[in-house]
């Protein structure tokens, strides 16, 4: 069974910056892709940023702020977030593709959301 575990998130003052942190447990044979989501109230998930063999992809509202990283040793997925704007608020989610089993090829995993709330 794996699991992905967020943290990092918190209330900061528009113009600061939060490091978001996902780690993956669990039995993990391989990580694919690891990225961020995000959904604010009334709205859709979106992506945020991603990371796959070391190619980043980013959101435009968030080019230049926001930095994707990983440590594969640690299975753990990083999101420096800086200059925030009160539009950044919202919950973030952790998503990761992961093969865990042989027979059921790579699947989508998501932790369970941390809150990022900006003040204005």
């Known amino acids: 069974q794996v699991q992905l575990v967020e943290s990092g998130g918190g209330l900061v003052q528009a113009g600061g910056s939060l490091r978001l942190s996902c780690a993956a447990s669990g039995t993990i044979l391989s990580i694919n892709a690891m990225g961020w989501y995000r959904q604010a109230p009334g709205k859709q998930r979106e992506l945020v940023a991603a990371?796959?063999?070391?190619?980043?992809n980013y959101a435009d509202s968030v080019k230049g702020r926001f930095t994707i990283s990983r440590d594969n040793a640690k299975n753990t997925v990083y999101l420096q977030m800086n200059s925030l704007k009160p539009e950044d608020a919202a919950v973030y989610y952790c998503?990761?593709?992961?093969?865990?089993?042989?027979?059921?090829?790579?699947?989508?995993?998501w932790g369970q959301g941390t809150q990022v709330t900006v003040s204005s």
């Open positions: 998503n990761a593709v992961i093969f865990s089993q042989y027979g059921s090829g790579y699947r989508d995993y």
């Open positions: 990371i796959i063999s070391g190619g980043t």
